[in-house]
């Protein structure tokens, strides 16, 4: 994709959807580093939304552009569930097609999905067929011994042919048995250029990269070859490398924002949910990575760690633990 291009494809630059971590509460959190990231939910289940009384589905507007990932196998329920999250306010639905828990595969759905395209190829004509945004599909290069590259062709020809034109795609293969999902995240060989040749033999589809990568020099690198890059635990564990993603990847005279800029911008947002009965450490938890590399980090993690768990804890722990950081 061209840099001199005047509008960007909005997944550009996106964080992952991590289980447990990518929560409202983080969401609103990285929103304030970056207008331009799309943000993906932790992946929920179809079923869950359907027949949970906790509201998966809630969320808040100012978090957008964020991304629902559902997780299913079953065309109607998630044609259902696609139609809610559009009413809702989300500004994609994503279908997992990655994740190699045995949880998840024993649910039939995540990775194991890659064997069967035709099943992801009714799931996204379904969803398209009732919502006006865009379903799109995280996937990997492979599963087990079902890895070569004809393969993922054949799966991407499929599921595109149902309406889908947009991949995101995580550069390892699966071991749907053997490995645990983090040693999934780990072990097997990251295959970038599988991804990029994707693209050149797909130039009609947009396609994003995952996996593996730390760095805005990476991101730019990737850029070279695919439409959107996707960073996962690096964001998380440092979200500090969020506040340049705005100047670096859409907008040259975005303004970079500090780890402080962002915290700050934090204490209506925490004090809101606090009046609502929600526990500071549930939002908190999620801001302990936010000084990497700065004096006083360690305070910070610190301080927060050992009291915003505590009964009555309130914005005043936020603001002592950031006064042990010193910043520019």
């Known amino acids: 994709m061209s840099e001199n291009q005047p509008h960007f494809y909005r997944g550009r630059f996106s964080v992952a959807p991590m289980l447990d971590w990518t929560t409202r509460h983080c969401r609103y959190f990285h929103r304030q580093f970056s207008k331009n990231a799309l943000l993906y939910t932790e992946m929920v289940t179809a079923p869950a939304i359907i027949h949970a009384k906790y509201d998966h589905l809630d969320f808040d507007l100012q978090e957008n552009p964020v991304a629902l990932q559902l997780g299913g196998n079953d065309p109607a329920q998630l044609k259902h569930c696609a139609k809610l999250a559009e009413e809702r306010g989300y500004h994609e639905i994503n279908l997992n097609v990655g994740c190699p828990s045995d949880r998840v595969q024993n649910g039939m759905f995540g990775a194991c999905l890659m064997a069967k395209a035709d099943l992801v190829a009714e799931c996204i004509a379904e969803m398209q067929s009732v919502v006006n945004i865009p379903v799109t599909v995280k996937t990997r290069i492979g599963i087990d011994d079902l890895d070569s590259y004809e393969f993922l062709c054949d799966f991407i020809e499929k599921v595109h042919h149902a309406g889908c034109q947009e991949f995101i795609v995580h550069a390892r293969k699966a071991w749907l048995s053997g490995l645990s999902p983090k040693e999934n995240r780990e072990i097997p060989p990251l295959d970038y250029d599988r991804v990029y040749q994707l693209k050149k033999d797909f130039p009609q589809l947009t396609i994003a990269i995952n996996g593996g990568i730390k760095t805005i020099e990476e991101m730019k690198h990737h850029l070279q070859f695919v439409d959107g890059v ?18 670096m990847l859409f907008d040259a005279n975005a303004n970079i924002v500090t780890p402080r800029q962002a915290v700050e911008a934090m204490f209506p947002y925490i004090e809101k949910q606090l009046s609502q009965g929600v526990y500071l450490n549930h939002i908190v938890r999620h801001m302990l990575g936010a000084f990497q590399n700065c004096k006083g980090a360690r305070q910070w993690r610190r301080y927060l760690s050992e009291n915003a768990f505590k009964q009555g804890a309130g914005i005043e722990v936020v603001e002592t633990a950031l006064s042990f950081v010193e910043t520019n």
């Not at 996707?230 to 100047?247: C, F, H």
Request: proline content about 6%; aromatic content about 12%; hydrophobic content about 35%.
């Open 230 to 247: 996707m960073v996962g635990r690096e964001a998380y564990q440092n979200p500090s490398l969020l506040g340049y993603v705005d100047q």
